[in-house]
């Protein structure tokens, strides 16, 4: 499961956004997003920002988010 924070990151890839882009917006350091960005790709076992993107337009972002509720 992704944490809150990756999927901010995961939402700001999918407007294409630079790590040095999401870093600003989330106000951490962009290391931080690396560390984000790979750790996303590893929970999809996807090996690019563009697999994650396409992996994730499959899903339904309701089912996305209610996964991370738990429910």
Same mark, same amino acid.
């Given at each position: 499961k992704l944490t809150p924070q990756q999927l901010r990151v995961l939402q700001m890839l999918r407007?294409?956004?630079?790590? $040095?882009? &999401? %870093?600003? !917006? *989330?106000? @951490?350091? !962009? +290391? +931080? @997003? $690396? %560390?984000? @960005? /790979? !750790? &996303? *790709?590893? $929970? *999809?076992? @996807?090996? /690019?920002? +563009?697999q994650a993107v396409i992996e994730v337009s499959k899903l339904d972002n309701a089912e996305l988010f209610r996964d991370q509720a738990g429910f």
């Open positions: 407007q294409g956004l630079l790590n $040095k882009q &999401i %870093a600003y !917006e *989330l106000q @951490v350091g !962009e +290391t +931080t @997003v $690396k %560390a984000h @960005v /790979s !750790e &996303i *790709l590893r $929970k *999809l076992n @996807v090996y /690019s920002r +563009t």
